[in-house]
């Protein structure tokens, strides 16, 4: 079955870096969109980042210059670098792909906690 598997949460302090991957597994050809959404208790959710198939990217402003989306063609795996992390960015992010499998569909991650906490 096709799918994505995220992983690359966890706990750090203020200021420090994680990345999280996304990773497809399955008859998954192809990645036409990929994008990072996150979703804070009681807040709605929202997109961070975005990447397209020929590689433009869009970031929520409040990450930009702290977060780089960015995705491996070879074997269809994405990623989200996260730097200088703040409170503020706690949340589970999920990452939600449109992909060319059997056929074209959204798929989306499991998703993944992230905590930043001193």
């Known amino acids: 079955q096709a799918q994505f598997v995220e992983s690359g949460g966890g706990l750090v302090q203020p200021g420090g870096s994680l990345r999280l991957s996304c990773a497809a597994s399955g008859s998954i050809l192809r990645i036409i969109v990929m994008g990072w959404y996150r979703q804070a208790p009681g807040k709605q959710r929202e997109l961070v980042a975005r990447i397209t198939s020929d590689g433009n990217t869009d970031y929520l402003d409040s990450v930009k210059g702290r977060f780089t989306i960015s995705k491996d063609n070879t074997n269809n795996t994405g990623y989200l670098q996260m730097n200088n992390l703040k409170p503020e960015d706690t949340a589970v992010y999920y990452c939600?792909?449109?992909?060319?499998?059997?056929?074209?569909?959204?798929?989306w991650g499991q998703g993944t906690q992230v905590t930043v906490s001193s």
């Open positions: 939600v792909v449109t992909a060319v499998a059997v056929t074209t569909r959204i798929y």
